[in-house]
T-cell receptor, first 111, second 114 residues
Framework: KQEVTQIPAALSVPEGENLVLNCSFT??????LQWFRQDPGKGLTSLLL?????REQTSGRLNASLDKSSGRSTLYIAASQPGDSATYLC??????????FGPGTSLSVIP | ETGVTQTPRHLVMGMTNKKSLKCEQH?????MYWYKQSAKKPLELMFV???????ENNSVPSRFSPECPNSSHLFLHLHTLQPEDSALYLC?????????????FGPGTRLTVT
């Protein structure tokens, strides 16, 4: 059974710091891994999607990596800003009807 | 309208009521999903429709009943709910049929069962 975990559960950093969020999954048989951002009480915004054949994806200040063999992904945020404060979720897709989410990392960037 | 929309955004209902949640996607996708997000729990996938065919999910109670009349619309019919069903219900869509299952989410419906 696929399980997804995220470490840390919460993180508080001063503005301008670079930071790394971690996602781990137990079964390497995945189609893709997706990182989302969720603001309080809102829906999810897709940040990056990494196909199973890819190693990383970049968008602006965000960089996500994927190591299927070890069951790990990291989301790197460069030069953090207060507007980056949100909950970050990772999810793995094992088939079109199996999407498993992690519990999320709550990020707070202090001005 | 763009992306994925959901109505209503907030809903309060009693345990004996019947209500429906609506989702509409304007992205030309052919798969739609219902998720439940409870406090302090990861998102749970409830139902999937791909090409308007429902994928059975035996773990969801029968008081939740999905309907997908076409590839752009998805409903979640609710009846005789319990207080523990209070949660944020999120709809998503994706383009299925390949490994590129990037999901796009709506803003959610905040449901409170009294």
């Amino acid at each position: 059974k696929q399980e997804v975990t995220q470490i840390p559960a919460a993180l508080s950093v001063p503005e301008g710091e670079n930071l790394v969020l971690n996602c781990s999954f137990t079964d390497s048989a995945i189609y893709n891994l997706q990182w989302f951002r969720q603001d309080p009480g809102k829906g999810l915004t897709s940040l990056l999607l990494i196909q199973s054949s890819q190693r990383e994806q970049t968008s602006g200040r965000l960089n996500a990596s994927l190591d299927k063999s070890s069951g790990r992904s990291t989301l790197y945020i460069a030069a953090s800003q207060p507007g980056d404060s949100a909950t970050y979720l990772c999810a793995v897709t094992t088939s079109y009807d199996k999407v498993i989410f992690g519990p999320g990392t709550s990020l707070s960037v202090i001005p | 309208e763009t992306g994925v929309t959901q109505t209503p955004r907030h809903l309060v209902m009693g345990m004996t009521n019947k209500k429906s949640l609506k989702c509409e996607q304007h992205l030309g996708h052919n798969a739609m999903y219902w998720y439940k997000q409870s406090a302090k729990k990861p998102l749970e996938l409830m139902f999937v429709y791909s090409l308007e065919e429902r994928v059975e999910n035996n773990s969801v109670p029968s008081r939740f009943s999905p309907e997908c009349p076409n590839s752009s619309h998805l409903f979640l019919h609710l009846h005789t709910l319990q207080p523990e069903d209070s949660a944020l219900y999120l709809c998503a869509s994706s383009q299925g049929g390949s490994s590129f299952y990037e999901q796009y989410f709506g803003p959610g419906t905040r449901l409170t069962v009294t």
